[in-house]
Each structure stands twice: as C-alpha cells, then as structure tokens.
C-alpha cells in the first residue's frame, strides 16, 4: 500500500519537478481499485521523499474480480491487497507518474536524464521465493538491495517468515528507469497480477522494460513471473525479445506440459533406401534450429534441445531421400552441419519383418539416436519402455489408466508400424488400432484433448483415440476388452487401503490381457539431492523393489496373471533405477 | 368413456381389462407387442385408434413421413423402419404395450418384429385383419392421400394368404385371426404374464431350497406361526396362518432328501388352497422332464426322487407332475417390490417372458464354465445388481443368507447339513432351522456369500452422469453430470472408503443480515425467521470454530466387518468433504480414544455401531496451513503496512500537509487489523499428536436400526452425548428459546453478545424438533420458501472479520445486500440428501444406493456459492 521515493540530490526538492507532482500539495487519484494519495512527508533541499499511498476498495476490488471468475475462493475477500505493496501499487505509480516514467523532464531534462541518487523504500513487499529473488531481480540495475524478512506473527514464533520482506533499494539511477523498473517488478515479486491479461501486456512489459530488461541475466523470470506465467504470452512476449538479443530465448523452456507431442514426421514407401539425418554441429543462434527441429519433429523442445546440444545426434531416422533432403536443407538454413546417412537395407527390412522385432514389424522412431540415453529425462525413458513393453507383448488396444495430460497417449498415436494389407502387400499403419486414455481429472482430460488435437483428427485417426472421465477405484465396463492397460505412476497416488479396490478394477473386472504397472523404487530416492520425503507431495507411498514384488506377485496370483519385474532409467548398482516396472500378463 | 371397445391407453403393464362376454374377444399380452397385420387399406390404422392409444401405435406410415416428410415415400422405408424399430424397442425395454401399424405380410418383415420382442423378453402377438382383396382397393382408390395401387394390393394379397398358413410357427404367442365382420365388433382386453401378481401384497414367508426335507420344512413352518393340516394318515397336506401370511418356495423342493413326496405333497397343498406361491427350480424341472421319459442323467439326487415318487403310486406321480409342469419360473409381487425366481433374476428380465428369462431364473447366468468341482461358474449379477425390487433366490447354497444388493440367496443348504431358512417379508427377518441331519454330501463345500460391501460393487455409472435423486425430505433432487465429474475427483482421490462414508453434513445457511448498526449477523433474524416458519423452540448451539467432522465408530472389528464390511478397522473421522483426519496411525488411535469415550452411549442406545456429528478443536489441528498461508500472512502485512503508513503520515502532517482525514482512516484499520490477528489466533491452540485435540459432538446421527438424526430432536441428542465424561469429549454449549418469550430471546441474545465477545465463532440456531420440510410439490410460492432451514448460523463481529476480511465493518451497507437464496436452496437439498444417506444406511440398503446419495452431496458442494456464507 505504501511505497517512498527519497533522492538527496541537490536541490532534493528538483524531485517535484521530475515527478510533475509539487512537495507542498497532497493529491488524490481516484482509481477502479481504489484511492492513490502522493504527498511529500520530506522536502528540504538535502532530502525529499515522495510517499505513494494506495488505499484499495477491498469490496470494489473483490466485485470487479469475483464476479463471473472461475476460482471463486475465499482469497479475494480476506486479502493482503490493502496492506502491501502489490502489482496493484505497481501500476498505481505508474500511472500517476507516467509523464516521468516516459523520462520527459522538461526544464529538467538533463536531470531526468540523469541518474541521481535514489532510495526507495518498501515497508511490505510480498516476495515469492524469499529475500535471494528480490536481491537477484534488483541488483543487476544497480541496486543496493536491504530485503528483511517480515515475522510472520510475531505471537508464534515457531510459523517463521512471512512471504513479505520490507525492501530498501539504495542507488543511483535515473528516475524514469526507476519507476518502470518498479512498474514491471512490483507484480514479478508479487506474482499474481490482479487483472485479465490481453496481449497488450506484452506491449507493456516491452515499453517499460526498454532498455533494461533484455539485458537482465533473469530477464527469462520477470517475464515469466509478469505475465503470471501463462505460457502462450510468455512464448510470445520471448519470442518478440529473442528478436532483440538471442539468448534469452535459448534460455527459455516451456515450465507447463502442455506442449504437444502429436504424430512425429512418419516415412512412406517401402523400397526406396532409406537415410538418418544426423546433426553434425549446430550453428548459431541455436535457437533458430532448435525451433526448426521441433517444427519437422514435433518432438518436445527439451528432447530437441537434448538433440542440439550432444552432436552428433539424429535428428530422424529411417525416413526416404527426398524427406531427408528437406530435413538436411531446413536445418542447413539454420546454420547447422548436416550429414545423411543412407540405412543398410536388409532383404528382410524391405518385405518389414526386422528379425529383431518379435512380431515381424519395424519400429520406426523418428527421434534421436540416443534412445537410451541417461541424460534424457526420466518421463521420455519411462515412456519408451512402456511403449517397448507394449510392442514386445503385441499389444494393439491399449488402454492407459490415469493418461493425465496425455503425453504417452500421443506417443501410442505416433507409432506406425509394417503392417500386412489385405492384398497381400505392406504398408506402415498405425499399430495401435484403439487407445483409450482415462483419468478421473476433467482439467486434465481437456488438457488432453488440446494436446492431441481431437476436434481436428481425421476420422480414421479419430477412431483410434477416446479419452474417458474414470475413476480406479469404481468398476467400468469402458475398460474391458483391451490388450493392455498401462498404469504409468498412478498406484502411488492412491492410498493403500484403497489399492485393493484398485486391483479389482483393472485386474478383476476390466481384466486386459496385459498390465504395465510402473512407480517410483523408494530406495533410488537418496541418489535426488535436496529430496526429503517423497517424489511428489500427491504421493501415498513410495516402494522398495522389494516390497513392489510383494505386491506385485500377490495380485498376479490373485488375478491369474504372471508378472515380471524391470527398471527404467540410471542404474544405481545398489539402489537399483530410480523407476520400477512390472509386465502383468494375463494367463 | 364407455365404450364396449375402451382403448387401453395407459394402462400399466400388469393390468389385465375386463370384457363383456358377447361377441368375439382378443386378448393381448399388457407387456408386450402386437402386429397388425393386413394389406394396404384393411383397416389397420381405424383398428389401431380403437382400441389403442394413440401412443401404443408405431406406424410405418408415421415413420416414413418422419425421416423423409413423406408417408407414401417408399424408397424412405429401409430408414424408416429403422426409426421404427427403434421407437418399438424403446418401448419394449420400459415395458410398455406396443401396437405396430404396418403391412406386415411378408414374414420376414414379421420376423425381425418379433426378434425384437425376443430382445427383449416380451410376448408377442398377432391380429390379422383380413379384408377381402376389392375392398382394400376400393378404399384405396377414395383416398387421396395414397398412392397405391391395385397390382401393389394384390401382391400383398397373396402374401398374406401364404403368410396364413404358417404364421403360427413363427414366434407368436397366438395369432389372432380377423375376418371382415368381426374387425368392427371385436373387443380387445389385455391378460397379464402370469409371473404377474403384483397385487398380492402379502406379507410373505419366503422360503429357502427344501430338497426333500420335510421334517425340518415341518418345523420351520412352525416357527414363523404356521398351522399344518393334516389328513387322516397324518401326512402334513397344506398349511394355514392365523395372521394370512403367504409362503413362497423359492423352487428345489425335491431331489436329494428323505421325503420329496412329502414336501410336493404339503406345497401342493398349500399352493391350491391359495396360502403359497411357489417357483420351479431346476430339479422340477429335470424331475419332470425324467417323470416325462425323456432322457436325462439320473444323478443330484434325482434316482432317490423317482422311486419315492414311484413309490408313492400312479395317482400322486400324475398330481405331482401336473403341479411341478405348471410351475412358471418366477414371480412378481407386492406392486413390483418383490420378485422371486430359484435362481435369482436380473433387473431387465423382471416381469418378462423368454426362454431366457426362464433360464436365467432356473440356473441362474451360467457363463458355460464350470469349476473344479465339476459344477457351473455362476456369473455374480447379484454385485451389478441395482434393481429397486428386492430379489429373493436360493439355488447356490451358502453358509449364511447374506443381502448382496438388495437381493438375497435363501438356500443353506439344509440336505447337506446346513439349514432351512426362511425370509420374512416385508420385515426382513431371517428365521432358519437346522438340519437334522447331513442327507447328502455337497459336491463343494458350502461357501460364503458375496459380501454385501464388497468395495467393487461401486460401478462408475452409479455415481456419474446427471441423475434425479429421490429423497423424503428434499423431494427429487438434480445432480447435474459436470458437478458429479467434479465430485468423482475429489471422492475417489482423498475420500475414505467409501464403505465408512455414510454420510456429508450438509452446508448451512447464516441468518438474514442484521440492520442493526455494527452487525451484519445477529440471533434476531434467525429467531424471526424459525418464528415465522411456524417453529415454537429453538435451540442455540455454540458454534465451535474448529473443523467439521463425522466419526463412524464401532464397538468391535466383528461390528466394522459385519455392519460396513470392513475387515480392518473400527472406525474413522472425516472432514465434511470426506477426507480423514490425520495420517494413518493417528487417525486409528484417535478413533480408538473416541470408541472408549463413546462407550456409554453403545450401551444406553443398544447398539454395536455410531455416527456422530461433531467439530473437531482446534481449528488448527487441521488448518493449520491455511492460518498460516491465508489468514496470518494477511495480519503480517498489515501489521507492518499500516504503522509504517502512519509514521509517514506523522512526519507530513508535522510539516504542515493537510493529511489528518488519511491519518484517522490508516489508525482505524490499524485497530481493525489487529482485531482480525485476535480473532484467528484465538482458534489456534498448539497439539502435539492427539494431545490438546478435542472433540465436540452435537448430534447423533445413526445407530443400529435408528436414523436418529431424523427421529429425535435435538433436546434428545445434546442430553444423551450430555452423559459422555471422557476428556477428548468437549460439551457444546446451548440453551433453548421458546420464540413467544420476549425475555428468553432477549437472554440468547446477551448469551451470544457474551460468548462472542469472549472469541466464539458465534452460533447455530435449530428448531429443537427434526425439520420435515418437504415443500408441496408444485407449489410456486413454496418454491420460493423450500421449507425450514435445519440451521441457521450467526456467527460474531469478530469472527467475520477472517471471512469477509479485517475492515468489513466500514461496509456493512454492501455486505447487508447479500443473496441468501441459493446458499439456502443447496442447504436444503444436501441436508435432505445426508438425511436419505443415512434413512438407507439404517435401512441396510446397498453401498451403492448409499454411495451415491453421499456422492451427490460432494457433488452439490462444487456449485458455486459467495464461500462468505
């Protein structure tokens, strides 16, 4: 609510003409949100503070936001809007100090452009992430940076801190800078702005970040934080900085999964030889090229970046002349070193039945030659092996219980595979002819439907893929009838008690011909530095491998399956991988 | 109205029309379908609107016009058939008469109607109308509105001569054949499925597999009060009640034991002089086809059976067999609530008619497997059972008739040493007695029955989708599909299980806002309003700000496993979304400490098993986060905003800038601030595991037998939890306020001023007797008022502040503008959905019927609703 702004510059009192607000008045600005006071409690000649005093309509405020919005909660009405500096205290200095935020001076312009000495204190400004943020945010303009933690009730000394610290800043810089540095970084500290972002919050983010923000080691942060990390403006709002200096978009990775993953470049024909596009060396700026990688691959920008950072990497595999010569052109455009290397092509390749395939198909991934990597995440590797559990079982309807986003359901739309036709002949087809994913989230099931663009689908494509509201622990008729289910991290989300509920669910009455049932090994968990507890704060349990054996071997004898154990990911030789999977498969 | 030929429109299935008895009469099944068939312009239509609905009738014509705004379009009639086949099957599936008005001529055109009636296990019908061929034409040719020919005509002429010969072999259950003089003068009447006797209401005494076992059926009878009467030998040849109970034998009274005769002989007796139904089994209905000649494996018994029967000479064999070759396989009864077959029956086959529906009945839904014994893997329909009739069976003997659904298998086994039971309906008693000996050896040893709550029969259609609840004190209540999606989130990630979940308090409404100056809620309202609604005493509840909880506590592990078929456990504490309190090994011990404190109420209230109402103290024991995360930080920010603004504002004032409006207003949200960092922290006491936890019950819910919370009032409750002594039991203080007392009300007040001033949340006002507030239906005006509000709270100046924030006092004039109505309407509707939860519980009804009126108060709760109230 309440923010002061002290030059000792001689004469101080020049600060009333930088600021087009005279020291001798107390004005009042009426606001939507409520009332802004300026007044001057200092002016001598050695020292003038100017004092910006909000007073927030609570009422007003909880009106305008409450009404029609979707998180109808119990914050809007018992908030700290009146009490501490906010975003809203942000753009009330901006807003009654535009003229000098715009650096316009007047007869005082060689002093507007001048940087003074400066002291601007702050008695609560709300600071996610503590103290360390306010200081990395404001001493690379120059700031001397006091951030004191406020108690968070000084009567229960064992709460600690509140998320407030009051904030000094001590320096000299131009007054302009400081106010729309104060514009912008009031809400990147607060970090839940208060009002609808249009894609004018970009143009505003820019304007008052000119000549500071593209320069700033966390600029990545303020963005993300301003723009109340909606990522569709934040790529946007990066994209129009990377065009200002490229590495700060390199830096940039989406935070949220809701980057699509749908069917990858496929190959066609049969007989034509085919290449492996390899990335001998990337060029730069790298992120023209990764953006051009994800564009041809619609792989996931960390996979690409992966790609574009360990050269040589393939880029795609398996894929016919023509294609890999687009490929090799568009990355070449880029700045990359390309090679292409032609596949020794087998009699048996040719007629698709690859003897190292069990069922006569060929896998064909048109993704990075480092499959097994160590250094891809942990949810790529987790993903690839229960895809290759899944081809190895020959599974062709593959239901995945608890699909969440529906990361691993797009993997299972991509995969194409030789297929016998009717006619006698080969053609690479979608192996998986039904996948169905459920989860009992309706946010993720939409999340979902985004990411596997299922109003747009074809038909053909659409009959393949459903997505289901489910819940594991209430029996299902929908779940019947397929080859597989997959259960990839979702037994560790329910309680124990309810796991035989579970069990009866998927085992008894949905009862597929296989289950893949993956979750964390508890004993790999030291090898996380800094984790105390579990992986996941939704987690009921975590396993040992040998206590998920127990498990697993109870309810496959229960259930009449047979089961296998296997890891998924860095081996550790004691603690074992830091995933466990077991392959279910029904008598 | 009184027509000889009335149209039978309307009538429910099950209705049979009486008849004049002159001139020529058709019956037809009252569940079931009929063809008219006849050539174009035999009259179909006028017969079909004379004595049908208009409803029960499905043209053809109709149909074509549907799909193509044509009815004489032709080349629309594959599509339209379509339309018509499916409106007919519709009809079938819900039981209802259905007429099809087509040509109907070619038999295969009749063949797939009447595999539609199949489908669906219904009788089917014939009437033909047959016209001479001139006539048809000539009417044809004077009506304009249709385009047929005479050549068409004749074609469907000679069709339907050919159809004559053979249409009696075609599935019907007869064919009614019309010539031209009797279409005008016949009338139709519809005759019942003999499975039909809806009307007899009994009560019942239905009993379990006898198997020849004719002493032990002797002393059962005996024991539910039956008079045997006996002839001349003193063989027992039928039985009376003296207070008319009917017995219904669930079929498999023969084979195995020491005197089939005997028992044929007793029920045949019984069934004829009308004091017991009984259903065949499939040991009639293997002995008959054996009494018959037919082939078949003289083995189960049955070798016994014949040479007793045998035995018993060539009069007896030929009565017994008559009477086991009329049997039919299962009955309806009691207005539809009650259904009996031998083997059990699926919902969709109650009440119809098939070589399925009997197969079912006699042998329950076999999947052609058999175990390692040799005999059939029965499929569990009993588990997807969701029927509201009660179905009662025998067939597969168990240790112990247990409900599974609402449905009960009543065969113990008495010829393999177990026992003859009985079920009497409508009270739900079992009466057994024992065997007097093992007269055969089973095949397999006698196992247990499904348990009733058994977790898996939750079925995710039983929860999700929009549904219509029908409950006694909210009426019919509609739980939209998105809410219940919502709720299926919630319910199946944090919820307990849902066995223990018998129950969600409901949301409560605060009283009407206050114009009294400084309040915004004040105990006048909430008195005014009870006294308006025509209430006579309340009760004033301290409202204890700590967390709602509902305690489901048993005596024992052997009550938990029996009553809510929880094998480990004896209890649980949940919040009001369901969630538990505390992690696991806290959890079992405060359940533990609360089963001891509740003692003495399963002794004074005889029964092995409670829910409670109840708050659980201190608030942060459970909130401690959101005190710290929401309501602390708040006080923070103020609490180092506001004086550092006033310092401010000192030091500008001192240099003479006009700031003293700002200054007074800084200093009274100080003084505001720091009262809202009183009020919460006056609800946080530390604990340490359960010490310093307490709680609070108000009400007592349930017991065995008893949906207390529905039956006594609230006087009753706070005396009986009054006798609790134990420490983590916490009294709810309160007083009661007869509403003509102005002295009385004048006392609550003060009471409230006092305790609220002392930092209580405030109050819950209550009608001291239990609300039965079910609205007129209809009713406008009611709609507007749904009846009396279980509760209303008050809560205190001081405590508002954390809800509707530090400085609400300075916008009281906004506050006061609040809309009560919806919060009302939800509180009204969750209440009598907790209440019917309960109502059903007691009543032993199915987990499933249980579960989901608690899912539907989850799932009322995502509604939107200003969370301030």
Redo the contacts between chains.
Sequence with gaps: MLLTVTTTHRPATDLGYLLFKHPDRVQEFRRSFGTVTVFYPEATDERCTVAVLLEIDPIRLARSVGRGAPDFSLAQYVNDRSYAASSLLGVAVADVFSTARSGRGDDHQALADTPIPLEIAIPVLPCRGGPQIARRVFEPLGWQVEADPIALDDRFDEWGDSRYVRLRLTGTVRLADALNQLHVLLPVMDESKHYWQGNDEVDKLLRSGEGWLVTHPDAELITRRYLGRRSGLTRHALERLAELSDEVAETFEPTDDEEATPPAVGSTGGQDPRFDVVLEAAGKPMIKLVREIVELTDLPLRVVKEQVNCTPSRIVGNVSQVTAERVKEALERCGASVALLERPVSDEARLGSDPSSPDGGELVQPVSIRTDSPDLPLNVQRHRAVLAALLELGARSVVDLGCGSGQFLAMLMAERRWVALPTGGQTKAPWFTRVVGTDVSTRSLQVAARRLRLDRLGERQAERIELLQGALTYTDTRLAGFDAAVLMEVIEHVDPERLPALERVVFGAAHPGAVLVTTPNSEYNPNYEGLTGMRHPDHRFEWTREEFRAWAERVAAEYGYTVELRGIGDLDPDRGTPTQMAVFRHE | MSEPNRPTAGSAPGESTVLADSGRQVLVPSMGLVLLVGISGSGKSTFGARHFAPSQVVSSDFCRALVCDDANDQAATPDAFDVLHYIVGVRLRRGRLTVVDATNVQRASRASLVALAKAHDVLVDAIVLDVPEALAVARNQSRADREIGSAAVNRQYRDLKRSLRSMRKEGFRRVHVLCDTEIDTVQVGTERPWNDRRELHGPFDVIGDVHGCLPELRTLLGDLGWQIVQDGAGRAVGAQHPEGRTAVFVGDLVDRGPDTPGVLRLVMGMVADGTALCVSGNHEAKLVRALKGAKVQVKHGLAESLAQIDAEGDDFRASALTFMDGLISHFVLDDGRLVVAHAGLKEAYHGRSSGRVRSFALYGDTTGETDEYGLPVRFPWATEYRGSATVVYGHTPTLVPEWVNNTICLDTGVVFGGSLTALRYPERQIVSVPAAEQYYAPARPLAAAVPERE??T???????GTRWLVTEHAGKVKIPA?NA??A??V???FAV??RWLVYLPPTMSPAPASERDGFLEHPEQAFAEYAAAGVREVVCEEKHMGSRAVAVLTRDEATAAQRFGVA?GTGVVYTRTGRAFFGADLGTELVDRLRSAVAPLFEALDTAWLVLDCELLPWSAKALGLI?D?????????H???P??AD??A??AA?G???AA?AD?VTR?TVN?EAY?DAY?AY?RPTDGLDGVRLAPFQILAAEGRALAVTESHRWHLEQIATLTDPIITPTRHRYVDLSDETQKADAVQWWLDLTAAGGEGMVVKPVEPVRGLRPAGDRSARQNRGVQPGLKVRGREYLR??????YVD?LD??RHRSLGHKKSLAHREHGLGIEALTRFVAGQPLWSVHQTVFAVLALESE?V???L
């Design positions: 977790p898996t939750l079925d995710i259609d039983d929860v999700t998105e999606a919502a299926l989130e319910m199946s990630r299980d849902p480990d710290k929401q309501y602390a930080s708040v006080g923070a920010a103020a180092a905003a506001l550092a603004a401010v504002l030091v500008a240099r800038l006009d700031v700002l207003r949200r601030a960092r922290a946080v954390i809800i509707y924030g530090p400085d916008s906004v506050l939107p200003d969370p301030r």
